[in-house]
């Protein structure tokens, strides 16, 4: 049971952003794509969420071809946490997590009872019940990055893709974004998001992608992967490394 | 080199004093009251709309250039051959300008004549066209009763003063005549009219508004006299069954044909009494559009139909009178029955 | 009491005072007695015994007027709604792929050509569905940027080619009889309407309004951004088209009966929305409600303020203006 990539290259329509990718995404691990911003992250999430055709290689989710499934069924398996932004109306934020639902239930059916207890199980699983009637375009960054994930597990999904979780966030909400999605694969959710700081990968990470030029540098296991050499190739730039109390850290410069 | 002879140049400055004296001399006031220089000959005439047309065709047909907007197989039968089908020629005034300056110019007229409203737009609109042009452009007053008027300016700026004296006095004795015999109908016993435009009847005239001139005329009660504005409007049904016309006059073929049988209508005065009348518009229109002096033997029809008391005449006599006078073709009797009915 | 039943309930009471009012007022005289006859005989099927003008007034001209006017409030209240959110702007009216300026045209043509009552109206749906159609299917195939993007900048632009259109044909027309049945068409009325003219109307409207309903709950996703929409399983492409339809359908058909009503596609949504919050769950019914009544008052306000009707379209900017105005100024944060 995984979402498989192998050879895979991807893009737009008349140009490709990256290529020969391979990776692996499994349930209960997580899965880091690290990089530099603008070097095909966010495209190469869309490519294997199945919202871009993969533009060669192989792509399955759970042994089927991604690009066989139906819109429904790759929403029933995957969910997307895009980067957090403020939205056009002011949904309540369980309006916005009702919205999760959408595969879960027929074309022109109100939402059911479950749907609403589901909202309701997945806004006191990420902690922000409290704020179920509130407008979501009047709430922080970070419990709209909360609210976003509790929509995204709203859909049931084995596996949740996220896109920069914290890249908007303070410094106190992206270690709690962070704990939650750890958390996820502790339930045995496959789990892959994308970051620009090596730090999140090697804290939150089981294993590691690292993504140049829409080409992967290497991939394995988060620990091992992250070494100063890797990093200063990734980022072209001299990594220092700061150690205590048993962990490693990495300071850009 | 001899002295100029003395006598030779009082003479020269003689002529060069008396010839402004002399141009002043053969200029007349256009309806906007703007002098306009006669031109020596006058052999083209641009009309600029289709009321001044209808005005040059009646007083000399020969010299009109063209028509604002080609007339149509059944308009041309009434006028007469080589004329009613000369070309389309466009608009200068009104409310879509048409005609480039550049066409006007190639069609070489002498004189460029305009009816309609004298007011400073038009006025401006004359004035600069003329000094474009290089061509007299004269302004003629449209509203109804300055038809006469109107008449006789045109008939000295193209020389024809004769018969533009027959046609306004036509209008005179016509205008005259009516005035006459309603002057002494008391208020309450003028019938209230409605005059109905467009399909379903629901567009009407406002009191001071050009297209029910001839109603005013006729002293009638123009249901909707009392909202101020000149122009057309709309009215619900609920308003025209509020006020119970005694007559309704429309122009829509559409409307008065399902008028009669509208059971919504039914209970308006005039539909109940069968005084529901459909214009005739064969040439042009006897009531509403255009407005020139085809609304004169309109004004009869609606004499008659308004007063029949007071108007014995026989409307088709006077239209057959009227289409030989002014149109200068006697219609048939077919002819007169196709205009009666009111198609077309 | 939940907002939505709230909001419900004051959409619902502000529509049946509208309805009062306009089977009240109007220009013929109708005394409050012989109207309450008239309900009761309708009620009860006795005869009323009044006269028969009167049962005329209220049920032959009044009847048809009101009803058209809510179905025509209602159809540009929740196709403003359905285009706004599509869109994911507020600022959006129903007229955004050019149904109403393809309606436009059409009406003009057929009043061109003298077609009849029924023609005319033909013409102008037949026109707004074309035109929207148009949009669409130019729009659908430049694939580059934002879909949704590309199909707003192509109905602008086709917008713009369709009033030039109906600016030809009004310049081609005769100004005596033809140029003042277009701008009355263009300035927007119900002033005559009658029984006849409510089946073209109610059909359409009908159709449309269901489609939208049925769709109400998946509209929420509709207005998120293009890829979150798809990641949370929706078919957006197709429902796209179905929605865009659909509103087009009620756009078309209401513009075809009333002719160019602006502001009422963009104003009651937001006024909805105010009441009820941006749920399109809960916020088409109340928009439907409120587009009714809000319209209808209009419309009895055009039929009454004057013996001569006030163009519909010159209403509803007058008083939406400074309505929108308001509602700009005390909206927090956000679009609400």
Redesign the interface.
């Known amino acids: 049971m995984s979402l498989v990539a192998s050879a895979l290259s991807y893009g737009y329509r008349e140009r490709e952003i990256g290529r020969d990718i391979a990776l692996d995404l499994t349930g209960g691990q997580v899965l880091a794509l690290l990089g530099p911003n603008g070097h095909g992250k966010t495209t190469l999430l869309k490519t294997l969420l199945g919202l871009l055709p993969a533009k060669g290689g192989t792509l399955t989710l759970d042994g089927q071809p991604l690009a066989g499934l139906s819109v429904g069924e790759r929403a029933r398996a995957l969910a997307y946490v895009p980067q957090v932004h403020a939205g056009t109306f002011a949904f309540a934020v369980s309006e916005v997590v009702l919205m999760g639902r959408t595969a879960r239930s027929s074309l022109f059916a109100a939402p059911s009872a479950h749907d609403r207890d589901m909202v309701e199980a997945m806004l006191q699983r990420l902690g922000i019940e409290h704020l179920a009637t509130r407008p979501y375009t009047e709430i922080s960054g970070g419990e709209r990055q909360l609210v976003m994930i509790a929509r995204a597990l709203a859909q049931e999904p084995r596996y949740v893709i996220l896109d920069e979780p914290t890249a908007s966030l303070d410094f106190g909400n992206q270690g709690k974004v962070m704990s939650q999605i750890r958390r996820l694969a502790g339930e045995g959710l496959g789990v892959l998001f994308t970051t620009h700081d090596p730090n999140q990968a090697l804290r939150y990470a089981d294993r590691a992608l690292l993504l140049r030029d829409g080409q992967a540098l290497a991939s394995g296991k988060a620990s091992d992967l992250l070494t100063p050499e890797r990093l200063a190739a990734l980022y072209g730039v001299a990594i220092e490394t700061v150690r205590g109390d048993g962990k490693l850290a990495f300071l850009p410069g | 080199m001899p002295h100029p002879d003395r006598r030779a140049v009082l003479a020269g400055l003689g002529a060069a004093i008396a010839a402004p004296r002399l141009a002043r001399a053969a200029t007349i006031r256009d309806g906007a009251g703007r002098e306009i220089q006669v031109p020596g000959k006058v052999e083209r005439i641009f009309p600029a709309g289709p009321p001044a047309a209808i005005l040059v065709y009646t007083l000399a047909p020969d010299l009109l250039i063209g028509w604002p907007r080609a007339n149509r197989p059944e308009e041309r039968e009434f006028l007469l051959p080589g004329i009613g089908d000369r070309p389309e020629v466009g608009r200068i005034t009104g409310r879509g300008n048409s005609a480039n300056l550049e066409a006007v110019l190639q069609a070489k007229p002498d004189l460029i004549i305009d009816s309609g409203s004298t007011g400073r737009t038009y006025v401006e609109l004359a004035e600069r066209v003329q000094q474009q042009t290089g061509i007299p452009y004269a302004l003629l007053d449209g509203r109804f009763d300055q038809t006469p008027a109107s008449y006789r300016i045109l008939g000295q700026l193209t020389g024809r003063s004769e018969r533009a004296e027959t046609l306004a006095r036509w209008c005179e004795d016509s205008f005259a005549t009516i005035r006459g015999r309603i002057t002494a109908i008391p208020a309450e016993k003028r019938p209230s009219v409605y005059y109905a435009r467009g399909p379903r009847g629901l567009e009407t005239g406002l009191g001071g508004s050009i297209n029910v001139e001839t109603l005013s005329f006729l002293g009638s009660r123009n249901a909707a006299a009392d909202t101020p504005g000149s122009g057309l409007a709309q009215v619900s049904l609920e308003q025209v069954l509020a006020w119970n016309p005694d007559v309704i006059v429309t122009i829509d073929l559409a409307f008065a044909e399902s008028v009669r049988s509208d059971p919504n209508w039914a209970g308006v005065k005039a539909v109940r009494e069968g005084r529901v009348h459909l214009s005739p518009k064969l040439p042009f229109g006897w009531v509403d559009f255009p407005p020139s002096v085809n609304r004169a033997i309109g004004l009869w029809w609606l004499a008659k139909l308004l007063y029949p008391a007071q108007f014995p005449e026989d409307i088709r006599k006077l239209a057959r009178d009227f289409h030989t006078l002014f149109y200068q073709v006697t219609p048939s009797e077919a002819q007169l029955d196709r205009v009666l009915a009111g198609r077309g | 009491m939940t907002s939505s039943l709230r909001g419900n309930l004051i959409a619902l009471v502000l529509l049946a005072l509208a309805v009062l009012a306009a089977f009240a007022l ?4 109708v005394a409050p007695g012989d109207l309450g006859r008239l309900f009761w005989s309708l009620l009860t099927g006795e005869p009323s015994s009044l006269p ?2 009167i049962e ?2 209220v049920w ?3 009847g048809p ?1 009101i009803l058209a006017a809510i179905l025509c409030g209602a159809a540009l209240a929740i196709a403003g709604c359905a285009f706004q ?1 599509l869109f ?3 600022l959006v009216s129903p007229d955004i792929l050019g149904a109403s300026s393809g309606a436009a045209l059409g009406a003009v043509i057929g009043i061109y050509l003298s077609l ?2 029924f023609g005319i109206q033909l013409a102008a749906f037949v026109g707004g569905l074309v035109a929207v159609g148009a949009v669409y299917a130019v729009g659908s195939t430049i ?1 580059r940027g934002d879909p949704v993007l590309v199909l707003v900048l192509t109905g602008v632009v086709v917008g713009s080619l369709l009033g030039a259109g109906i600016g030809l044909v ?8 033809q ?3 277009m701008t ?1 068409w263009l300035l927007g ?1 119900l ?2 309407t ?1 029984k006849p003219d409510l089946i073209p109307l109610l059909g359409p409207v009908l159709i449309g309004a269901v489609i939208l309903l ?2 109400r ?2 509209m ?2 509709m ?3 293009e ?2 929409a ?6 957006t492409g197709p429902l796209r088209i179905a929605i865009v339809a659909a509103a087009t359908l009620v756009t078309a058909a209401s513009v075809a009966a009333a002719g160019i009503i602006g502001w009422v596609g963009l104003v009651v949504p937001h006024l909805a ?1 105010f009441l009820v ?3 399109f ?1 809960r916020l088409l019914p109340t928009a439907a409600l409120l587009g009714g009544g809000y319209l209808l008052a209009i419309d009895t306000l055009a ?1 009454t303020a ?4 006030t ?1 519909l379209g010159i209403l509803t900017a007058v008083i939406g203006t400074p309505f929108f105005i308001w509602l700009l100024a005390s909206a ?5």
């Open positions: 109007g220009r013929f005289p028969a003008q005329t007034v032959n001209i009044r007027r959110g994911r702007n507020p009849g009552l694939r009004k310049y081609w027309a005769d100004p005596y009889n140029l003042p049945a009355f009325s002033a005559g009658a049925a769709l709950w998946r929420n996703v207005s998120l951004p890829e979150e798809r990641a949370l399983g929706l078919a929305r919050g941006p749920d769950g039929r004057a013996p001569v009707e163009p927090r944060g956000g679009w609400s």
